[in-house]
């Protein structure tokens, strides 16, 4: 499972491990943008299948009780850039370290072996 707290890196891809996750921007701004990028290498990882996506968005001070603004996106294998924005009413911060999830918002991967 690659996410933000365990996001790999470079070498996964190069050793044919699977995807790996990158986290882009500066989390001390004051209303920081950010962008986690998670990439999956179209050769050599040996195997055939699904890759599952989601979103999740964590419950934290910084955001219980507001509504976050995030916006995907997607390359398809036709190159082209699929986007969608969304806005997320986080509840209220009784429910901080709950996550919130989104299943549903992006187009799981189909992986061919090369």
């Known amino acids: 499972h690659v996410w933000s707290g365990a996001p790999r890196d470079l070498t ?6 699977g995807g790996y996750m990158t986290m882009n921007g500066d989390t001390r701004a004051a209303d920081p943008l950010l962008a986690e ?3 999956f290498p179209k050769i050599g990882t040996g195997r055939d ?4 996506l989601s979103v999740e968005a964590e419950v934290t ?3 219980c009780g507001t509504e976050i603004e995030a916006q995907s996106l ?8 699929k986007s969608q924005d969304l806005t997320l009413a986080v509840p209220g911060c009784d429910a901080q370290g709950h996550f919130l999830v989104l ?3 992006l187009q799981n991967l189909k992986v061919a072996q090369y």
């Open 103 to 105: 299943n549903n918002l």
């Open 74 to 81: 997607e390359i398809g294998g036709d190159g082209k850039i």
């Open 61 to 63: 001070p910084a955001n």
């Open 37 to 39: 990028v998670y990439t």
């Open 12 to 17: 996964a891809a190069i050793t044919g491990a």
């Open 49 to 52: 299948g699904q890759v599952a």
